[in-house]
């Protein structure tokens, strides 16, 4: 079974300046894909970002990057110039790459990122 | 932008009575779900819909609950005698394809409190 584990219940962050949040996971399969998805205080989860495990390069969105350590299972996500509006729920989830005929994500507990102004 | 939309946006039940949860998915998409979120949990994964069949569920999908796609459109989940322990918020999710450029896209969730 997969698990997804985030150590940083919160965080908080000054505006303009670079956060990283932490995620791990456990797995033994080859081929999966890992996720960042943010939760506003709306509540609709959002992707931010996605990394596919056979890319040895880093996923970047603008402001938003990875740093994947396979090996190590790690998934951080730096958000880099932090907004008022970057304020949410972030959560790191996995998937595999071959799960039939469904896309199930497996979340972590999430990390909740207060920006500061 | 096309969107998810779930209703009702809460919903205040009495144990031990049914419940639907009503998604409207996005209208290109083939892939359904239900995941759930227990108030300071994780968001954990119910049950995946595809082609009108489940295409897996979770342990905590027991036969309490129930997803069915009646017209084509709406996605709904049925929770038969509603427990305590029901009190979530659900999500639906749909995705177009499978693999990684099978997003998926969420609702923002019916608040259940199971009283």
């Known amino acids: 079974a997969q698990t997804v584990t985030q150590s940083q219940p919160e965080m908080s962050v000054q505006e303009a300046e670079t956060v990283t949040l932490s995620c791990t996971y456990d797995?033994?399969?080859?081929?999966?894909?890992l996720f960042w998805y943010k939760q506003p205080p709306s509540r609709q989860m959002i992707l931010v970002i996605r990394?596919?495990?056979?890319?040895?390069q880093n996923a970047t969105e603008n402001r938003f990057s990875v740093n994947f350590q396979k090996a190590a299972k790690s998934f951080s996500l730096k958000i880099s110039d932090s907004q008022l509006g970057d304020t949410a729920m972030y959560f790191c989830?996995?998937?595999?790459?071959?799960?039939?005929?469904?896309?199930?994500?497996?979340f972590g507990t999430g990390t909740l990122l207060a920006v500061q102004p | 932008e096309p969107e998810v939309t779930q209703t009702p946006s809460h919903q205040v039940t009495q144990m031990g009575q049914e419940v639907i949860l009503r998604c409207v998915p996005i209208?290109?998409?083939?892939?359904f779900y239900w995941y759930r979120q227990i108030l300071g949990q994780k968001v954990e994964f119910l049950v995946s819909?595809?082609?009108?069949?489940?295409?897996?569920k979770s342990e905590i999908f027991d036969d309490q609950f129930s997803v069915e796609r009646p017209d084509g459109s709406n996605f709904t989940l049925k929770i038969r005698s509603t427990k305590l322990e029901d009190s979530a918020m659900y999500f639906c999710?749909?995705?177009?394809?499978?693999?990684?450029?099978?997003?998926?896209?969420f609702g923002q969730g019916t608040r259940l409190t199971v009283v």
């Open positions: 819909f595809y082609n009108n069949e489940i295409s897996e």
């Open positions: 990394q596919e495990a056979y890319k040895q």
């Open positions: 209208s290109n998409h083939l892939y």
């Open positions: 797995t033994s399969e080859n081929n999966y894909y």
């Open positions: 989830a996995f998937m595999k790459a071959y799960g039939g005929a469904t896309n199930k994500l497996i």
């Open positions: 999710a749909s995705s177009e394809a499978l693999g990684v450029g099978g997003e998926a896209f």
